[in-house]
């Protein structure tokens, strides 16, 4: 029983030096560089595409009359929804005690944190007056404004603002133990410093673990519910208009899945990356693959089950408007959007019922390209075929994006990318304690 206990300390300290060794002296620092350059110019492409709208106005977008959501709307759906699974990864794992967590959570919640901060840029951008924007804010003022709690805005104002401070906390409290690792074997005076300073003066005793404990899976239990109501309120958006192909009940639980699925195909393809780039194959291991692929396969057929009961609800109905809108987005001018969801979402999917798929990195992620790319032509296909025919056909009209809404786009990414690759250049990526902790809980129970 000794014996065990000093080979167990053994490996936590091999895994704790392995993990801290990451932002103290990165193993391929090449690499990063060469992404990083190409991230810093997809956020130079953000900037120039601010700028023009700034000056121009949304005129340079392909919106109009009656499409006056397009890409920008679409990309604000996408951005949110991938943000999802690092929220279930990290909280609902946590409240339940799935171990097996600790390898994916501290990349997934960084994930979560920078798509959504990505995602609540797009409304802001899409208004008019951008410079305005806390006007949709409940702030108490002089003039006695209030924003309208009727108007879509005020709801994607609060939802989005509340999921991000939630998910910066929760974040942020779960690193500060690593960070104080990080201090500890730091032997440059600026790396003690920075590391110092946002550990908060951490020492690892009893106080502040119990302290810690207690702030950690409080903020568990506050973002899990947030999950749900954050898209749900996005689904809210579409169901509470009088839209053919938008008045359905079944969307709530639908956007919330369809969110979870493409949340966790962006999470199996950074793990695969971190995985190969980094090293951290004993750490991030098959059956952590294998568990993401059983996940990612759950979550695509509960969203399956969501385009079954979408199409089987207009033709039970019989509503002219909604059946011809269903039609038309089977043989119709965005029918490749349609399609290509179905084959992106749910064809590669059905290699995953087979282990030996999920644990093969190259596979899984391919699969899990497909799934993102296949959830962004479905945010694309709802928006745009239920609002290019609508009710009058004198404003029917073909939508296309402008050059700047692609080019917002790709520097969106540029956004999400600059601040990723500096996490994982400068924090630990995983979490070293609760990888210890891990350990020990097989080891009791071995």
Not at 352 to 366: A, D, G, S, Y
């Amino acid at each position: 029983m000794k014996d065990a206990a000093s080979t167990t300390v053994v490996r936590s300290e091999t895994v704790s030096e392995e993990i801290t060794r990451i932002p103290l002296g990165f193993p391929n620092p090449r690499a990063w560089w060469l992404l990083f350059a190409f991230a810093l110019l997809l956020l130079a492409t953000f900037i120039i595409s601010v700028a023009v709208l700034f000056f121009y106005g949304v005129g340079v977008w392909g919106n109009n009359i009656p499409v006056n959501w397009g890409l920008a709307i679409a990309n604000y759906i996408w951005f949110l929804g991938i943000g999802h699974a690092g929220t279930l990864i990290s909280a609902m794992l946590l409240l339940v005690r799935a171990h097996w967590r600790s390898s994916l959570n501290r990349f997934a919640e960084a994930m979560t944190l920078f798509a959504v901060i990505c995602a609540g840029l797009y409304p802001i951008l899409h208004l008019g007056r951008p410079w305005y924007f806390y006007w949709m804010a409940p702030y108490p003022n002089t003039m006695d404004i209030w924003p309208q709690f009727k108007s879509p805005l005020a709801w994607d104002f609060v939802a989005v603002l509340t999921y991000l401070t939630v998910s910066a906390l929760f974040w942020y409290i779960g690193i500060v133990p690593d960070l104080a690792a990080v201090r500890d074997r730091a032997s440059k005076r600026w790396q003690q410093v920075f590391y110092g300073l946002f550990a908060l003066g951490w020492r690892g005793s009893a106080h502040h673990w119990a302290r810690w404990r207690q702030s950690y899976r409080l903020t568990a239990a506050i973002a899990v519910p947030l999950v749900v109501s954050v898209h749900s309120e996005v689904s809210l958006l579409f169901a509470a208009g009088p839209i053919p192909g938008w008045a359905s009940t079944v969307f709530p639980p639908y956007f919330v899945l369809g969110a979870a699925f493409s949340g966790f195909a962006v999470v199996a393809m950074i793990a695969v990356v971190l995985r190969h780039a980094l090293g951290l194959e004993d750490l991030v291991s098959e059956r952590h693959l294998d568990l993401l692929g059983k996940f990612l396969l759950a979550t695509g057929l509960m969203t399956a089950y969501g385009y079954f009961a979408e199409a089987f609800d207009v033709l039970y109905s019989g509503e002219k408007q909604e059946m011809d809108t269903l039609f038309d987005r089977f043989s119709g001018a965005y029918a490749w959007s349609y399609w290509g969801a179905i084959v992106g979402n749910f064809v590669p999917l059905q290699l995953l019922w087979w282990r030996r798929v999920r644990v093969q990195p190259i596979l899984l992620f391919l699969i899990a390209l497909a799934v993102a790319v296949g959830m962004w032509l479905e945010r694309y296909m709802l928006l745009v075929t239920s609002l290019y025919r609508d009710w009058l056909v004198s404003s029917w009209g073909i939508y296309h994006a402008s050059f700047w809404e692609w080019s917002l786009f790709a520097g969106m990414l540029g956004v999400f990318l600059v601040p990723f690759l500096l996490f994982v250049r400068f924090l630990p990526v995983i979490s070293s304690f609760e990888v210890v902790e891990t350990l020990f809980e097989e080891d009791r129970h071995a």
